[in-house]
């Protein structure tokens, strides 16, 4: 392994993602720990810390490998987390992100989502992400979010949402092509205003009723299930569309 020509290391680190396979090789030698700050991506599954039992936290854990990796630009965490160790994650890697997933798993948490600054107000310490993806989230009131401007594909599964908090994730939004709301249950009214928006799948879980009004000039796919009320204006790009109006789909 020492034997290996840098670039060749850095090469095969930086198609590594998973956190566990990144520690492994960590501990093989001394060159592959010193070039983990070349590593451009970490996923960590839901199970990465079942059998753990030293004395740091899940959140320490995840804090020092990100700490030591000198421009992270994709973050996968369906572990469980914390709001403080979301923050100084996001203190460190969040100027040089570009894709971040998260199992917020929060969803029954309600005192959680009042809490403030909630997790969803730390993500904007995040201003360059290209993508985001939110599973199992509650957002009973709006994040404190800054504008997003390079944002481009949002996604949000399974979800509790009250109307304004909606509207202004959109609202932060403004550039977005690709927007996913799949199994989102509470909304009533919902208005989408993205000028550049050219693929949009909506599924809202509830009694059917919710209307949407869209004004995306550039839209070209849409797919709505769980709505009564569907208005659609200067739709002329549009090349697909899908509607269904029922109680939504359970999640898989």
């Not at 700050?37 to 020092?64: A, E, M, N, Q, T």
């Not at 160790?85 to 570009?98: E, N, T, V």
């Not at 949009?200 to 995306?216: A, H, P, Q, T």
């Not at 839209?219 to 569907?230: A, D």
Request: hydrophobic residues 40%.
């Amino acid at each position: 392994m020492d034997s290996l020509p840098d670039a060749i290391v850095q090469y095969i680190l930086s198609y590594m993602d998973n956190a566990k396979d990144v520690v492994i090789c960590n501990c093989v030698s001394k060159r592959w720990k010193d070039s983990m700050p070349y590593i451009r991506s970490l996923y960590f599954p839901r199970s990465s810390f079942d059998s753990h039992k030293g004395g740091d936290s899940p959140d320490d854990i995840v804090l020092k490998m990100v700490s030591v990796i000198e421009r992270l630009e994709n973050l996968v965490v369906y572990s469980p987390f914390s709001g403080a160790g979301l923050a100084s994650w996001l203190s460190i890697i969040g100027p040089s992100l570009k894709y971040l997933e998260l199992r917020m798993d929060n969803l029954a948490d309600y005192q959680a989502c009042l809490e403030s600054p909630s997790k969803l107000d730390y993500l904007t310490a995040a201003q360059n992400l290209e993508s985001l993806k939110l599973w199992g989230v509650l957002m009973a009131r709006s994040p404190k979010w800054d504008v997003f401007q390079k944002l481009k594909n949002l996604e949000i599964v399974g979800a509790k949402l009250e109307d304004p908090a909606l509207s202004t994730v959109l609202q932060a939004c403004p550039n977005l092509t690709n927007l996913v709301l799949l199994g989102c249950e509470g909304v009533r009214s919902v208005s989408i205003q993205l000028p550049h928006l050219d693929q949009c799948k909506l599924d809202f879980y509830g009694s059917g009723n919710c209307s949407l009004s869209m004004v995306c000039p550039q839209i070209k796919v849409l797919e709505v299930q769980g709505c009564s009320w569907i208005r659609v204006r200067d739709a002329k790009h549009l090349s697909k569309l899908s509607i269904a109006n029922n109680a939504g789909n359970d999640l898989p």
